[in-house]
């Protein structure tokens, strides 16, 4: 079970850094995450790994709320990380945190 004594908040960036439409790799603990701020000024982070070819996610072209990875064209939901068909798959998804104009991320 997780308890919020297991949770950790990492500083990734900050809100001025993100550009709504571009990705932007950050890198935690050895593992890439792509950051993605929408038109509500929302921020979403999924795995920057496709899973189809591996494809870096923050390279890709973003269309509202999917992004599509610059290898094969494959379309990933930035907000819960699902794959669109007819591809199958998704990509982690990271608990995101916005204070003032930081914007952390939670590791379980």
């Known amino acids: 079970m997780k308890t919020a004594d297991s949770v950790k908040k990492v500083k990734v960036a900050r809100l001025d850094e993100l550009t709504i439409g571009l990705g ?3 890198e935690i603990a050895g593992e890439e995450i792509a950051l993605f701020k929408q038109e ?3 921020v979403h982070a999924i795995q920057n790994r496709c899973p189809h070819k591996g494809g870096p996610l923050s390279e890709g072209i973003v269309s509202g709320e999917h992004v599509f990875c610059p290898l094969h064209d494959w379309k990933v939901n930035v907000r819960d990380g699902i794959v669109q068909a007819p591809d199958e798959g998704c990509v982690k998804r ?4 916005i204070a003032g104009e930081d914007i952390y991320i939670k590791l379980f």
């Open 24 to 26: 932007k790799k950050v």
């Open 40 to 42: 509500d000024q929302s």
């Open 94 to 97: 990271y608990e995101v945190e």
